[in-house]
T-cell receptor, first 116, second 109 residues
Framework: DVKVTQSSRYLVKRTGEKVFLECVQD?????MFWYRQDPGLGLRLIYF???????EKGDIPEGYSVSREKKERFSLILESASTNQTSMYLC???????????????FGAGTRLSVL | GQNIDQPTEMTATEGAIVQINCTYQ??????LFWYQQHAGEAPTFLSY??LDGLEEKGRFSSFLSRSKGYSYLLLKELQMKDSASYLC??????????WGAGTKLIIKP
């Protein structure tokens, strides 16, 4: 079974703090993704990566950065946390390629971040 | 713009059948996915469709009409454990998944 592990289930941070969210997958997937999930909205893509050291902006990258130094690990960084970044953050991974099966995304359990 | 619409919430009775609809307008289409997400948990993959028609997987089936930009997820013999949110997502021309807001399904005994 594919396993995507997020380092924390719950985090509480103060406004202005630097926040690191870690994600590790164990299936040698090329693609990794960071989403945020808010009530009434679909999953919104923050950043994704299709290879080590490669990153692409998603729909809402402002206020975030990412790091992928190893294939299995993808980190999301909030440089200076703000209250509007309070949300559920979900990490996902998938294989590279155009077939439907390769585009199935496997998700971690999520990190619920509260910024006070 | 890209848009995926699903009902916000539905209620059904244990043992019954429920159909969750999804309509989409996206820049290109390379397939449609359904995911299940229990409260506080990760979304998990249920099914995908790329051709028109019905795909059956046990108690769950998914239908696609590309000409109408429409899909539905059909759940039969509902069980209490089916209470969850169901997410519809479309793989667009850039092979990016575009997500609907999800339908919260409440099962009553």
């Amino acid at each position: 079974d594919v396993k995507v592990t997020q380092s924390s289930r719950y985090l509480v941070k103060r406004t202005g703090e630097k926040v690191f969210l870690e994600c590790v997958q164990d299936m040698d997937h090329e693609n990794m993704f960071w989403y945020r999930q808010d009530p009434g909205l679909g999953l919104r893509l923050i950043y994704f990566s299709y290879d080590v050291k490669m990153k692409e902006k998603g729909d809402i990258p402002e206020g975030y950065s990412v790091s992928r130094e190893k294939k299995e690990r993808f980190s999301l960084i909030l440089e200076s946390a703000s209250t509007n970044q309070t949300s559920m953050y979900l990490c996902a991974s998938s294989l590279e390629g155009q077939g439907l099966a390769k585009n199935i995304q496997y998700f971690g359990a999520g990190t619920r971040l509260s910024v006070l | 713009g890209q848009n995926i619409d699903q009902p916000t919430e539905m209620t059904a009775t244990e043992g019954a059948i429920v159909q969750i609809n999804c309509t989409y307008q996206t820049s290109g289409f390379n397939g449609l996915f359904w995911y299940q997400q229990h409260a506080g948990e990760a979304p998990t993959f249920l099914s995908y469709n790329v051709l028109d028609g019905l795909e059956e997987k046990g108690r769950f089936s998914s239908f696609l009409s590309r000409s109408k930009g429409y899909s539905y997820l059909l759940l039969k013999e509902l069980q209490m454990k089916d209470s969850a949110s169901y997410l519809c997502a479309v793989l667009d021309s850039n092979y990016q998944l575009i997500w609907g807001a999800g339908t919260k399904l409440i099962i009553k005994p």
